[in-house]
C-alpha cells in the first residue's frame, strides 16, 4: 500500500467488514496497525469482520455466503469528505487510467489484429466462436414433415384406407401421393405424401369395420404438418459471426448439413506467476503460502476464450521472468504478482527491458488498482495482474476479458444491470468491482471482498461495479457476469 492510498482514507467506512483490505485508504490517514492493510478494527454493529459471517444475515444460506451487511455509502452531500489536513490525490493517482478507459484500451489492443481462423469438424468446435456467420446449406425441415404419428389424409373424411398398408415412416424416399378421400399411415417425422392436407394423431381417430377412418376431432388444413423450410430456407442467415458454438450451436448446425465449422482460433496465452513465498501444495508454513493464482488463471481465462498453452511458475527471479517473457511465443502473457513497487516487483523493470509499451500502467479500481497491459509486439500482449487474488481477478475481469474477447471474435454483450439489494460502500476516487450473488430481482454484494480473499468471489455469481462514493440500495449497476459453465471438457463460455 502507498503512502498516497493512505491519504485518500474515506472517513466512515474503517473497520468494515473487508474495507481495510481494499488498500484504498478506507483506513482514516495515521491509524494505527492498519498501514499493512490488514483489519486492525471491530467490526461495526450493523456488519460483521472479514473473517465471520453477518450477524444479520437472515438463513442459513447466505450465513453461508456471508452476505454484506449494510455500510454507510458516499457522504450525504456528495462533496469530498476528508478530513482538512488531507492531501488531495496525488500525481501517481491520476496517472491510474479510469475503469471503463481502461477497458476500452484492453478492448481496442485486442482488436488491432486480424482473427486467426480455422474449419474444423463439429465436435471440436465447441466453445469456439464462429468466424462467419452460421447460413443454412438446407430448408428446414427439408420436407414436408408429419408431426405426429397417426394418419395423412387428404381431403375431407371420412376416408378410404387402403387395405394392407403398411404406412410411411420417417427415413424413406418420397412417398406415393395420397388420392382424395384416402388416408395412409405414417409416423412423426416422415415425409408427407403429396396431396395430403393434414395428419391426424391416431388417438383422435378410428377406424371402421369397412376400412374406413374418422377423425373424433374437427380438422383444420395443414393441421400436424410441419410444411418444408417452416424454420429457415437454405441460405437463411442462423447466426451471426461472434456466436459462441454452445451445444445447441452444434446441433442446430448439424440439421443445417454442417459437418465442419469455420471458428475463430482461440488466442493463445501463456501464464507466469511471480512470487517465492509461493507453495504448490500442503499447508502453509513458515511465511508460505499456496499459489492460489496457479490453478485458478488458466482455467479463467479458458473460460475467457483462450487457449492456454501453459503456466509456469518463475518465482521472484527477474532473469527468470525476462527470459520467460522473451522466449515466449504466447499472444498474450498474463503475469500475476509482481506488479507493484517492491524490492522484487520484477514486472515493470523487465517490460522496460523488453521495450515493451506500457498501454495502461495502473486502473482507478479497487481492488487490482496496480494492473497493468502492455503491448510487446505487434499483435502481442501482456497483462500484469496484481498477485493479491481478488485484485488478480478485477485485473482478469478489466484487462484480459476485453482483450480476449476481440481477440476470440467474441460479439461484445450489452452491459448487463441490476438492482443491488443492500447498499455498498465506496472508494472515494475508484471503481469499485464487489462480488454479488443474485436474490431475486436483486444482487446482493457479499463479504471476503478484500483484495486478498477468493471467499466471496467463489460464492458470487458476478462482480457489481460500484462507482465512485458507492451505491445505495435499490440503486442499479453494471455487473460483470463470471463466465463459469463446465462441461466434461472444461468451460465454453
Ligand atoms: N508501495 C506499494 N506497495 C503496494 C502497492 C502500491 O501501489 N505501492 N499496491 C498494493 C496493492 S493494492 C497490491 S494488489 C499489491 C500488488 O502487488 P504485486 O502485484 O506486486 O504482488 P506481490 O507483491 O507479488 O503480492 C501481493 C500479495 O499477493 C500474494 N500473492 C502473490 N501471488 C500469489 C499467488 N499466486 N497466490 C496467492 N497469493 C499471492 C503475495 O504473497 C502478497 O501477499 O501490492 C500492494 N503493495
Ligand atoms: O488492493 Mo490491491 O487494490 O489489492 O489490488
Redesign the pocket.
Known amino acids: 500500500?502507498t503512502a498516497q492510498d493512505h491519504e485518500l482514507g474515506a472517513p466512515g467506512t474503517a473497520g468494515q467488514g473487508g474495507a481495510e483490505?481494499?488498500?484504498?485508504g478506507s483506513v482514516p490517514h495515521g491509524r494505527p496497525g492498519a498501514a499493512d492493510?490488514t483489519s486492525s478494527a471491530a467490526p461495526s454493529p450493523s456488519t460483521s469482520s472479514p473473517s465471520g459471517p453477518s450477524p444479520s444475515a437472515d438463513d442459513g444460506v447466505e450465513d453461508a455466503l456471508a452476505l454484506v451487511g449494510r455500510q454507510p455509502a458516499r457522504p450525504a452531500d456528495g462533496q469530498d469528505s476528508r478530513a482538512p489536513g488531507q492531501d488531495r490525490p496525488s500525481a501517481a493517482r491520476h496517472r491510474a487510467t479510469p475503469w471503463e478507459k481502461a477497458r476500452s484500451i484492453a478492448s481496442r489492443a485486442g482488436s488491432a489484429t486480424a482473427l486467426r481462423t480455422h474449419r474444423e469438424p463439429l465436435d471440436a468446435s465447441l466453445g469456439r466462436v464462429l468466424a462467419t456467420p452460421l447460413t443454412a446449406f438446407t430448408d428446414l425441415p427439408s420436407f414436408d414433415t408429419s408431426a405426429m404419428d397417426g394418419w395423412a389424409v387428404a381431403g375431407p373424411g371420412p376416408w378410404t384406407v387402403a387395405p394392407g398398408d403398411s404406412g410411411i415412416l420417417a427415413g424413406h424416399g418420397e412417398p406415393e401421393p395420397l388420392a382424395d378421400g384416402t388416408a395412409v399411415r405414417i409416423a412423426t417425422g416422415a415425409r408427407v405424401p403429396p396431396g395430403a392436407t393434414a395428419v391426424i394423431r391416431s388417438e383422435h381417430s378410428r377406424t371402421d369395420g369397412s376400412g374406413h377412418l374418422h377423425a373424433q376431432r374437427q380438422v383444420s388444413h395443414g393441421q400436424d404438418i410441419r410444411p418444408r423450410g417452416q424454420e429457415c430456407r437454405s441460405g437463411d442467415q442462423l447466426l451471426p459471426a461472434g456466436a459462441l458454438v454452445t451445444p445447441a450451436v452444434l446441433g442446430l448446425a448439424a440439421a443445417a448439413g454442417y459437418d465442419e465449422l469455420h471458428t475463430v482460433v482461440r488466442p493463445r496465452v501463456e501464464v507466469l506467476v511471480l512470487g517465492d513465498e509461493l507453495l504448490t501444495e500442503g499447508l502453509p508454513h513458515d511465511g508460505l503460502i499456496r499459489d492460489a493464482l496457479g490453478p485458478m488463471i488458466g482455467p479463467w481465462l479458458r473460460a475467457l476464450g483462450a487457449d492456454v498453452i501453459a503456466t509456469h511458475r518463475v518465482g521472484d527471479d527477474a532473469e527468470a521472468l525476462q527470459r520467460a517473457v522473451t522466449a515466449s511465443d504466447a499472444d498474450l502473457v498474463v503475469t500475476t504478482g509482481g506488479t507493484a513497487a517492491g524490492p522484487v516487483d520484477h514486472v515493470h523493470p523487465m517490460l522496460s527491458k523488453a521495450g515493451a509499451e506500457l498501454l495502461v500502467d495502473g486502473v482507478a479500481?479497487?481492488?487490482?488498482?496496480?494492473?497493468l497491459l502492455a503491448r510487446l509486439a505487434p499483435g502481442r500482449h501482456l497483462v500484469g495482474l496484481?498477485?493479491?487474488p481478488?485484485?488478480?481477478v478485477?485485473?482478469l475481469l478489466t484487462l484480459a476479458e476485453p482483450l480476449l474477447r476481440q481477440r476470440s471474435g467474441q460479439a461484445t454483450p450489452a452491459p448487463y444491470r441490476a438492482s443491488l439489494r443492500d447498499e455498498v460502500h465506496g472508494h472515494p476516487y475508484d471503481t469499485r468491482l464487489v462480488p454479488v450473488v443474485h436474490r431475486g430481482d436483486s444482487v446482493v454484494p457479499l463479504h471476503y471482498h478484500?483484495?486478498?480473499m477468493l471467499r466471496g468471489v467463489a460464492a458470487a455469481d458476478g462482480l457489481a461495479v460500484v462507482p465512485p462514493g458507492g451505491s445505495g440500495a435499490g440503486e442499479v449497476l453494471e455487473v460483470l457476469d463470471l463466465p463459469w459453465l463446465p462441461t466434461s471438457e472444461g468451460c465454453f463460455t
Do not use: D, Y
Not at 483490505?21 to 484504498?24: A, L, N, Y
Not at 479500481?365 to 494492473?371: Q, S, T
Open positions: 500500500m483490505e481494499q488498500g484504498t492493510g479500481v479497487r481492488p487490482g488498482h496496480p494492473m496484481p498477485g493479491n481478488l485484485a488478480a478485477s485485473g478484500g483484495p486478498a
